[in-house]
């Protein structure tokens, strides 16, 4: 395959790249992780043949001189646009982890908080509510740990 026809697969692949991590970005501000789930396939699959096309076109850096001018400049164009994106998406899953883990401590501990120990006398014979050891079956609680 010659270098014009590495490149053009390349800006094809490009900018499938930036479309569906522009969605991907979307859904996150939008708190929509669901949504993210989607991407996560097609963000894969996009990012390795992306990997593979650029370094093909690395060992042979010489070839990329005969490749029009204008084909070069669209694919810097993509490039940055998607180092842009990455970047804003490392950031925004980051933010949307730590969010997710935010609020399973916080159920948790409300989980813990919320169960009392048994009803208790006190030798004056009133009652008196005291947390006691005993042995409870853990509660049920499953994550979602797809991002």
Known sequence: MDMKQRVSDL???????????????????????????????DKSTLSRAYETRVLGIMKNPDELADVDVDLRDRLRALGEKVQELTAENARLLKAAMAA??????????????????????????????????????????????TL
């Open 11 to 41: 800006i094809v692949i490009t900018s499938r790249l930036a479309e569906i991590l522009a969605l991907e970005n979307k859904s996150l501000r939008n708190h929509k992780v669901a949504e993210v789930a989607l991407y996560v396939e």
């Open 100 to 145: 997710h883990s935010k609020f399973v401590s916080v159920v948790a501990e409300a989980v813990k908080s919320a169960s009392s120990g048994p009803t208790l006398y006190a030798p004056s014979g009133n009652k008196k509510r005291e947390k006691v050891r005993t042995v409870q079956r853990p509660r049920a609680l499953s994550l979602d740990q």
